[in-house]
């Protein structure tokens, strides 16, 4: 299990840079990024996260191929939009509504460098969506209104430190 990065934590606001090199080190932070998603219950989990500042990331939501976005490049987007609850493992025991474009193309490599295009709806896309948002340095809350995301800091900062007191 890789250590999971929190709020607060600078790697979280950084722009990531493109993945190079295409090796066995690669191959193995990925299968270390799926099991460590899994770990903690999560459906997707991006490379900052993890301490890792390169433009990759994890999904894998239930009934669906697991699958590594690698130099991810969103190619599309729907006008139609599409509000619904998210939260972040980087945050734990935050949710919020963030609204998004409801379905979204993206094209991105595989770990061996290969090319592929995903069409996306429903979480799927909604995933994509916010696992991109961190190879850019940006979390779910920071597309909330000014009041609504220091509200969420203040609650994330609570439980956090109900959290260690309990340690």
Same mark, same amino acid.
């Given at each position: ?9 600078? #790697?979280?606001?950084?722009? /990531? ?25 999560? #459906?997707?989990? =991006? ?13 894998? +939501? $239930? ?10 490049? +969103? ?12 939260? /972040? ?8 509504? #963030? ?9 991105? $490599? ?7 295009? #995903?069409? =996306? ?19 779910? +809350? ?26």
């Amino acid at each position: 299990m890789l250590d999971i990065y929190t709020l607060g934590d600078e #790697v979280l606001t950084q722009k /990531c840079q493109p993945v190079t090199k295409f090796d066995n080190a690669l191959r193995i932070l990925v299968d270390a990024m799926f099991d460590t998603m899994s770990e903690a219950d999560g #459906v997707g989990l =991006a490379a900052p996260q993890v301490g890792v500042n390169s433009r990759l990331f994890v999904i894998h +939501i $239930q009934g669906s191929e697991k699958r590594a976005y690698i130099n991810p490049q +969103i190619i599309e987007t729907s006008i139609e939009t599409d509000t619904s609850e998210e939260g /972040c493992l980087s945050i734990p025991g935050v949710w919020h509504d #963030v609204q998004r474009p409801a379905r979204v193309t993206v094209q991105a $490599q595989d770990t061996e460098g290969k090319v592929f295009t #995903v069409k =996306a709806e429903g979480l799927l896309a909604r995933a994509i969506q916010h696992e991109y948002d961190h190879l850019n340095g940006v979390l779910f +809350i920071d597309r909330l209104d000014d009041e609504e995301r220091q509200k969420m800091v203040k609650a994330y900062e609570k439980r956090a430190k109900t959290a260690k007191r309990r340690r």
